[in-house]
């Protein structure tokens, strides 16, 4: 029997990353239980990732329901383009071979709870919203600064996710009109610039070209640049300085279009914000109107690697009514 | 008596703006009844204009009335920062002299019917989401095209206002980032280019800076230079076409960051739209996500003049149950 005035319920709540498969029991307060981390492993192809995905699925519920905690369903973030009503994984350029997935369907084989599917970045800007940095705030946005720059945004509690479910793609703001091309086909996006990958490039741009030592891959590369800034070197800490000025015309536009309470900065580059902060602050309060300049916090994200899972939690918990 | 089914209700919309103050009946359809115009004569200073106002006010309430409506409020945009609650315009750069007047407070002292205050680009967007090119979207965007360039937000039928109310100012996205000054303090807006002072300033500089029998007035100049462009001047041409170009760039943004199912252009400069619109398609086709470049619908506003005080009236409608 649970005690009375304890919320004894819990959803689950998974992040189907590219790199990494997490599961854990949320508690309608956004605290983690049980959580369970393993490698994707997406190379081994849908079926085998699918395999995992209802094995951990399982376990998590069946230590959650030996642990007293009445389990009320799993929500689950995946990387790509979601038909969220459908529960199909439409194409997925982190997950390979995942073409027009019917997730929901499958797990339905074996797992009897109810089920929930969001788009990984929509997950954690929610997640950030609901139980992060942006607790208490109605209209806020994330961006996160990785291998590329993802966004999300909140409108009076509520997920903005536009006529197709593409809204929020901040990272794809032309910040340059004739800068660098990006993958997406447009040219000077602030992904170009801001993002690991932006800065360690602009880092061996401003090193003509070579920079010895620099390890191979985009996120490891810009730690290493991170690591030189915090030995002095002029280049890398011009080279996150840049970066803050993109960051800043972004933030402007946010703020000019957007208005809103909060912008919230995660992602790897996020432990250099005292090296790309200030330039893109300056640059925000240079470009933007004055008063809701003057009105937006920014603040580092709180729920880290967590907020992809805790948001897809968050989401299902959303559409519970509270008290059992 | 009215006859059964048929809603003899009726909300008064005005607009009040920098030229023109308007004043009509709009009912829950959108039809405009007893349409008022005269010249704002702003210069007279506030008192004389709220007395006017009060005139024209109580002046249509007793022609709808006699014409057998029952009046349920009266609702009105204005330029310029505004306190919604309140009640107050805290100030307005089109309205020499309008600094913290309690507009709805100085009105109640002669008017009885219950009000409603908003600014008056928020209402445009709401009369064009609600009777106009937006009727039956519900995510959608304007922009109007004028001596400036104004924005608005419709997000799943609601206004964006922001945390500010300050949201919407897509005119002052940067969209060159070390471009023309802009009064608002920033660089590169938006406005500076694709506004009819953007237009007209660009021939100019085109032409060397000296166009013989271009008038004084910002949109009057841009009319001028449309009809040159009819006419074939190729100068003309390569103005709009420009402008188009960094409209593209702002619609890019838009449907990256929004994902609307339409974008609205409206304002002085909307019967050029051939003349601008095919490089604006073209270049946000070439910079935004595909799947939402697709299906944005880009529309002719409807409403011209009227937007403001339809959607005034509109935004009150919203509050009132249907049915009598």
Redesign the interface.
């Known amino acids: 029997m649970q005690s009375s005035g304890q919320d004894r319920r819990i959803v689950i709540g998974v992040d189907l990353g590219g790199t990494n498969l997490r599961i854990a029991g949320i508690t309608r307060e956004g605290d983690v239980l049980h959580l369970r981390r393993e490698e994707t492993r997406a190379d081994a192809g849908p079926k085998d990732l699918l395999e995992r995905l209802v094995t951990g699925l399982l376990g998590v519920e069946e230590e959650l329901t030996e642990s007293g905690w009445e389990v009320l369903g799993a929500s689950l973030g995946v990387p790509g383009?979601i038909s969220r009503r459908r529960g199909v994984v439409e194409s997925s350029p982190n997950l390979p071979g995942w073409k027009k997935i019917h997730l929901l369907r499958r797990l339905r084989r074996s797992v009897s709870l109810p089920l929930l599917l969001e788009n990984d970045a929509n997950a954690a800007v929610f997640g950030e919203y609901w139980a992060g940095a942006g607790k208490g705030k109605s209209?806020m946005v994330l961006l996160t600064l990785g291998t590329g720059v993802g966004?999300g945004?909140i409108?009076?509690g509520?997920l903005?996710?536009?006529?197709?479910?593409?809204?929020?793609?901040?990272g794809?703001?032309?910040?340059?009109?004739e800068g660098l091309p990006c993958p997406?086909?447009?040219?000077g996006c602030l992904e170009r610039y801001a993002s690991a990958r932006g800065i360690s490039g602009r880092y061996l741009d401003l090193c003509g070209g070579s920079a010895p030592g620099m390890p191979a891959e985009g996120s490891a590369e810009a730690a290493w640049v991170h690591s030189l800034a915090r030995e002095g070197d002029r280049m890398a800490l011009r080279a996150f300085r840049e970066a803050g000025i993109y960051l800043g015309?972004a933030m402007?536009?946010i703020v000019?279009?957007?208005?809103?309470?909060a912008i919230i900065i995660g992602g790897g580059v996020l432990p250099a914000w005292d090296l790309f902060m200030p330039s893109a602050r300056e640059e925000m309060m240079?470009?933007?109107?004055?008063?809701?300049a003057e009105?937006?916090e920014l603040l580092p994200a709180a729920l880290g690697d967590h907020a992809g899972f805790i948001g897809a939690a968050g989401l299902l918990w959303k559409e519970i009514p509270s008290a059992a």
Chains 1, 2 share one sequence.
Do not use: K, Y
């Open positions: 383009v209209t966004g945004i409108i009076d509520r903005l996710r536009g006529a197709d479910g593409m809204a929020g793609e901040i794809h703001l032309t910040v340059e009109r997406c086909g447009n040219r015309i402007a536009a000019n279009i957007v208005n809103p309470e240079a470009r933007a109107f004055q008063a809701p009105s937006v």
